[in-house]
């Protein structure tokens, strides 16, 4: 998979599929943009790994 991403270096955008074109290109039926649904489920499947690192890193909380 490639992904080349657009815009200015330092730009602020929410996060979310509409901000997001993803184009996917096989054999069987050349190239083709994702619909806007299948790139958000993207988008959540990548949001939900971000925070489960960031969790990670937290540690578990601490009892005192």
């Given at each position: 998979?490639a992904l080349?991403?657009?815009?200015k270096?330092?730009?602020?955008?929410?996060?979310?599929?509409?901000?997001?074109?993803i184009a996917?290109q096989?054999?069987?039926e050349?190239?083709?943009?994702l619909?806007?649904?299948?790139?958000e489920?993207?988008?959540?499947?990548?949001?939900?790994?971000?925070?489960a690192a960031?969790?990670?890193?937290?540690?578990?909380?601490?009892?005192t």
């Open positions: 998979m080349r991403g657009f815009g270096c330092g730009q602020v955008v929410e996060s979310g599929g509409k901000n997001i074109e996917v096989t054999f069987d050349g190239l083709r943009l619909e806007e649904a299948e790139v489920e993207i988008v959540a499947g990548i949001e939900a790994e971000k925070a960031e969790a990670a890193k937290k540690g578990p909380p601490r009892d």
